[in-house]
């Protein structure tokens, strides 16, 4: 459960991160967000082109990560469990 409460939290800083890194490379840096690459100026092309494939690693990163840890959750359980399949003993002791 830790695991997935620090992936969490990562991947909300990565957000966060995005969310506010561009207004304040705005307001501090006005000049070098100004320029100009390729039509757009650098602001433009972090807002418009750069941050959804950005929120999409995040997405993808956080899901992978999740099922791993589910599915090694699931693993320690089901090789914790005394009997695995508790349904075969039940119907080979009434016969």
């Known amino acids: 459960m830790r695991e ?3 992936l969490s939290i990562l991947c909300a ?3 966060v991160v995005a969310l506010f890194g ?3 490379c ?3 840096f006005p000049e070098a967000m100004a320029r100009r ?3 757009f100026t650098i602001s433009w092309l972090i807002l418009g082109v750069l941050f959804f494939p950005y929120v999409w690693i995040i997405a993808y990163v956080f899901i992978k990560k999740s099922i791993a840890l589910e599915n090694a959750e699931a693993r320690v359980v089901l090789e914790s469990a005394p ?3 508790p349904t075969s003993k ?3 002791s009434s016969e």
């Open 4 to 6: 997935q409460l620090k």
């Open 26 to 28: 705005n307001y501090f």
């Open 22 to 24: 561009l207004p304040l």
């Open 90 to 92: 039940s119907s080979a």
């Open 37 to 39: 690459v390729g039509g």
């Open 13 to 15: 800083g990565a957000f």
């Open 83 to 85: 009997d695995a399949n």
